[in-house]
Nanobody, 116 residues
Framework: QVQLVESGGGLVQPGGSLRLACSAS????????MGWYRQAPGKQRELVAS???????NYADSVKGRFSISRDNPKNTVYLRMNRLDTEDTAVYYC??????????WGQGTPVTVSS
């Protein structure tokens, strides 16, 4: 059973930065892609950023130029660096891992609150 554990969320002021981490119980190289999603109160869960096994990245338009996703295969960890945070970035952030078969695994989420 794959387990994904997110960490790094918290309270930050507008304009600040955070780095989220998603640690997997097994080798992340076994996943076709990994990604970060977020869900704000009253809104649907949305893709923030993803990274494939080969390192190709994709970002939501709202975070391009501010967020950066990366992976550390030996540590079985995927990171999301978030800069110039805005109140609109407040949400619970979830990590997702996807198999080649399409099977998805989700973490439990880590809350991010951007507020002065």
């Amino acid at each position: 059973q794959v387990q994904l554990v997110e960490s790094g969320g918290g309270l930050v002021q507008p304009g600040g930065s955070l780095r989220l981490a998603c640690s997997a119980s097994g080798s992340i190289f076994s996943f076709n892609a990994m990604g970060w999603y977020r869900q704000a109160p009253g809104k649907q869960r949305e893709l923030v950023a993803s990274i494939t096994k080969t390192g190709l990245t994709n970002y939501a338009d709202s975070v391009k130029g501010r967020f950066s996703i990366s992976r550390d295969n030996p540590k079985n960890t995927v990171y999301l660096r978030m800069n110039r945070l805005d109140t609109e970035d407040t949400a619970v952030y979830y990590c997702k891992a996807q198999r080649d078969s399409g099977l998805n695994y989700w973490g439990q989420g880590t809350p991010v609150t951007v507020s002065s």
